[in-house]
């Protein structure tokens, strides 16, 4: 069994060549049962969340991920998600990679963030709003350079100094960005708005948000979670990656529970985009939001790809 470690998944994963992959795994399909999630507490207090989530393609691969969220980690330096990737022979069950499960979740994410955007963002979107400065979030440009043509790129965080090296950092890649300390006139101004926190009470609101522009949702993937108040979803084209995130997410859950959102005011999943079945927007003045919870699909899609991309060993 051959060990791919971070350097070597980010490399076989750059979003020109992931995102495409998991169109086409989205319109292919593969099996993806439902993922375990468990709790994990410690003597001290401290709990993290431990998601096990299967997949495999049949008569080709089989996949397993086990990633496990602390978000107690920030105070003690570490980082807040942790995660490895077994992928095996979907027809003799031989290994054949261990992946770094970290790398590719953080991959994965923005790449699906980015790909909702290529049908639900508007043609000519420029600006992205990044909401949080973790993992996920320091991806989420070079992900929507992918799909559309990024004028501006501006960053809020809890913490503005973590904006600023985050800010910095990506006019190193080449984009021209900015922390801001306004979040409401961020997301005015914004065609994107990106969040990808840990948080567990709206940090946007409704209000906030211009006409036409595109509200994606990444953070909230239990149902205490929650990034986005009611209003956000009044009035606007909502998707979802998998029909799941019904029953996962608190960004969901909640307006559901309250009448603001049915579930038939869901427009379609990530799976309905790619095959063309779902209608994305209807004009440059809809509002859209896309809500992701993640699945074990795109590991799957992701770990083939490193695997092909440096072969057997």
């Known amino acids: ?149 990024l004028q501006k790129v501006s960053v809020w965080a809890r913490r503005p100094e973590q904006a600023e090296t985050l800010a910095a950092r990506w006019r190193s890649e080449g984009f021209y960005a900015r922390a801001v300390s306004d979040l409401e006139l961020a997301c005015s101004e914004a065609d994107i708005v990106s969040c990808a926190t840990l948080a567990t009470e709206p940090v946007v609101h409704g209000a906030w948000l211009a006409p036409g522009s595109h509200l994606d949702l990444i953070g909230s993937f239990t149902p205490t979670m929650r990034e986005a108040d009611d209003a956000c979803f009044a009035n606007a084209r909502v998707f979802v990656d998998i029909e799941e995130a019904l029953q996962k997410s608190g960004d969901l859950i909640g307006p559901l529970a309250r009448g603001v959102l049915r579930e038939n005011d869901v427009r379609g999943t990530l799976t309905t985009l790619c095959k063309g079945v779902a209608t994305a927007r209807r004009s440059a003045s809809d509002r859209t939001v896309f809500k992701s919870v993640g699945t074990a699909l795109e590991d799957l899609a992701g770990a083939v790809l490193v695997h092909e991309y440096h072969g057997p060993g």
């Open 1 to 149: 069994m051959v060990h791919h470690d971070a350097a070597a998944t980010r490399a076989a994963l750059p979003f020109d060549r992931l995102i495409p992959a998991l169109r086409e795994r989205f319109a292919g399909g593969c099996e993806v049962p439902q993922r375990h999630v468990h709790t994990v507490t410690s003597p001290g207090g401290g709990r993290m969340t431990s998601l096990i989530m299967p997949a495999w393609m049949p008569g080709r691969y089989y996949g397993v991920k086990v990633i496990n969220i602390a978000p107690g980690n920030a105070a003690k330096g570490l980082p807040g998600l942790h995660g490895s990737y077994l992928l095996f022979d979907g027809n003799t069950g031989v290994p054949l990679a261990v992946i770094d499960g970290s790398e590719l979740t953080t991959r994965r994410t923005a790449a699906a963030s980015a790909l909702a955007a290529s049908f639900l963002a508007r043609d000519d979107a420029s600006h992205l709003l990044v909401v949080g400065a973790g993992a996920v979030a320091a991806l989420l440009p070079a992900a929507y350079r992918t799909v559309r043509n």
